[in-house]
């Protein structure tokens, strides 16, 4: 298991304003002990601020690489939190990146507001998928069929999508995202 992921560069698309810590650290941790390089990307150069629970402040991360400079990934991991997402949405590079990395066939895991970003590069249609339940309209009216599971990978369109609703379901995304970027 530690080089399922070896030769594969995964970026982790983040908004510098905040990320839920534990949707950044443990996928990162899981995914790197898999043998994966991870890259920190966000809109701006300097650090990406955490949170817990949305609301107290955690650690800050140093950014790898801006948007502008990011180059391709093997897979991309869009972490939640409401601030990251809801920011993502709004930055014209972020929503670019994950319209071409999509149209190259290749991976995203998202989770719990993660996938806001994704409704509004408009990439999901025909995907089925989970998240946080109060995005399930969002979802369901950029075209997925959203089901309330753990996590869910859904395959079809050309791309592999791995999301998950909750901090409380990381050990079953992680183990999800790895299997789907093993094998892309």
């Known amino acids: 298991m530690a080089d399922e992921l070896t030769g594969k560069r995964i970026g982790f698309l983040m908004a510098n304003a905040g990320v839920e810590q534990v949707e950044l650290t443990q996928p990162w941790e899981g995914l790197k002990a898999a043998g994966a390089e991870v890259v920190l990307v966000a809109p701006e150069a300097g650090t990406v601020q955490a949170f817990e629970n949305d609301v107290d402040k955690a650690d800050t991360f140093d950014v790898d690489v801006t948007v502008a400079e990011a180059g391709e990934f093997d897979a991309l ?4 939190g409401t601030t990251n997402p809801d920011a993502l949405r709004l930055d014209e ?3 670019a990146l994950v319209k071409a990395h999509v149209a190259a066939g290749k991976p995203v895991a998202a989770i719990c507001h993660g996938p806001w970003t994704l409704a509004t590069a408009g990439v999901l249609q025909g995907k089925t998928m989970t998240s946080w339940p109060s995005l399930e309209t969002d979802l369901t009216n950029a075209g997925a069929t959203w089901v309330d599971e753990q996590s869910f990978t859904c395959p ?3 791309w592999a999508l791995v999301t998950s609703r909750n ?3 990381l050990d079953a ?3 999800a995202a790895r299997d789907a970027f093993a094998s892309a």
Not at 77 to 80: F, I, Y
Request: avoid cysteine.
């Open 77 to 80: 991991v869009l972490p939640g």
């Open 93 to 95: 590079g972020a929503v």
């Open 156 to 158: 079809a369109n050309g």
């Open 167 to 169: 901090p409380g379901d």
């Open 173 to 175: 995304f992680v183990d």
